[in-house]
């Protein structure tokens, strides 16, 4: 007679297993990879990226005038920008103000380049033979190709969101090596620091690795150091990052008991939006089939098999959840917006890497495959519509930086410096005061 086995909680957890490539810097076709695609996305930007500010890029005046005004550094770096503390996003455009040409495409370049240096850590879970790793190679480039990127791609103040993505990727990985050393904690955090002084989410990275290092705790009894260190830092970071913190818009913040079915909605198409579709349902069915799936694999305890890949899905649903609370209100539609869809991004990569221990996953493969299609389909469209809206926004501001008469913004083509800014007088009056500071913005 077979005895019943007991619950333990043991049996749920996910656990750290080696990777099947020791080192993924020594992997030659995850190298290939990475230089291919960042070969495809520096001529994509240099190719279709026009040197034109580009919405929440004009805040960056205040920037430049506070430290023309001689005003202190760190107070000026650190000050809010909407709920984003967007330390290196400063120093970087500050960097750039310094160099003989300010050419916004090196900073589109720049995010470009961090978003494929995380295939390394990415690619050290695949495993199985020579050619399914190829396979999945191919499938997560396809991914960072995906048109959900090519408006973050041609838009330099983007570049927050590919420091938070690069945080994510490497914090995740030392988190969750098979034997956690010293060294590895302390690059985590300096990896979560880097997200942390990029947005808001970084601190969900943060958060995201505490719950990494107690799961690790749970059940290797021997991280309670590293723990507490962790919840220290967890804390510290909580209490610096929310010292005078005003939110600008306070009435965006919807509970999910106001308006459930919308909250929902919203969720699962933020998640879903994998294909840069611009339908509403079709993106939240891709998102609801998501967490099915995720629930099959909860089931099977699949999870079990890789914290790595536990720890990129927690991610996902923790920002999909946080989103959806922050930016309900501004309507479902927006849901859709890329910035946002890049982090959820995590989510889908947690899947793909789980769906390896799956022994029926041709289907699944199939489908994913067949998505994965239509977005390499759908790119060159979008390329080709962001390229010509950046042709009329650098009409427009051509017309500004050499006026052949007075400056009358209401002859100026509205739908072209719409793309600029909502408010044309804005433009003009931007564009002249960086002139006034001395910036230099090339033709």
Not at 336 to 363: D, E
Request: glycine share 6%.
């Amino acid at each position: 007679m077979m005895r019943k086995s007991h619950f333990s909680i043991q049996n749920c957890l996910p656990t750290a297993t080696p990777s099947v490539i020791p080192s993924p810097w020594k992997n030659p076709f995850t190298f290939a990879t990475f230089a291919l695609g960042c070969l495809i996305s520096s001529t994509l930007v240099f190719q279709f990226g026009v040197n034109v500010f580009f919405w929440d890029e004009w805040d960056l005046y205040l920037f430049f005038q506070a430290l023309h005004e001689k005003e202190p550094l760190l107070p000026t770096l650190w000050q809010l920008h909407n709920e984003h503390r967007l330390v290196w996003v400063r120093l970087i455009f500050y960097a750039l103000s310094k160099l003989p040409a300010f050419d916004l495409r090196y900073v589109m370049l720049l995010g470009q380049i961090l978003m494929w240096a995380t295939i390394f850590p990415i690619a050290s879970m695949f495993g199985g033979k020579k050619n399914r790793m190829i396979i999945f190679h191919i499938l997560l480039a396809i991914i960072f190709l995906s048109p959900i990127h090519q408006t973050n791609q041609l838009w330099a103040f983007q570049i927050q969101w590919y420091c938070l993505w690069f945080g994510l990727v490497y914090c995740t990985y030392f988190l969750t090596r098979s034997k956690l050393t010293w060294q590895r904690v302390i690059l985590a955090i300096v990896s979560a620091g880097i997200a942390y002084l990029s947005t808001a989410a970084g601190l969900f990275v943060i958060f995201n690795g505490l719950i990494l290092l107690g799961l690790r705790q749970i059940e290797e009894k021997n991280h309670a150091k590293r723990l507490s260190i962790w919840a220290f830092v967890c804390l510290g970071t909580s209490l610096a990052y929310f010292a005078g913190y005003e939110k600008t818009d306070p009435g965006s913040i919807v509970t999910i008991l106001a308006n459930p079915i919308k909250f929902i909605v919203y969720a699962l198409s933020l998640l879903g939006n994998l294909i840069g579709t611009k339908y509403i349902p079709v993106s939240a069915g891709i998102g609801g089939l998501g967490i099915l799936y995720t629930g099959y694999f909860f089931l099977k305890k699949k999870f079990q098999q890789q914290l790595f890949a536990f720890g990129l899905i927690q991610f996902g649903l923790m920002f999909m959840l946080a989103v959806t609370m922050g930016r309900l209100a501004m309507g479902i539609q927006h849901s859709l917006s890329s910035h946002y869809t890049l982090l959820t991004m995590s989510f889908w990569i947690g899947i793909l890497l789980l769906a390896q221990s799956y022994k029926k996953n041709l289907i699944f493969l199939s489908g994913f495959g067949l998505l994965l299609v239509i977005t390499a389909h759908k790119s060159w469209g979008e390329l080709q519509k962001s390229y010509s809206n950046r042709l009329r926004g650098a009409y427009c501001y051509h017309q500004v930086l050499n006026p052949s008469g007075p400056i009358n913004p209401e002859v100026l083509p509205y739908r072209d410096c719409k793309f600029l800014f909502p408010d044309r007088h804005l433009v003009i009056k931007r564009v002249l005061q960086f002139r006034q500071l001395g910036i230099t913005l090339p033709p």
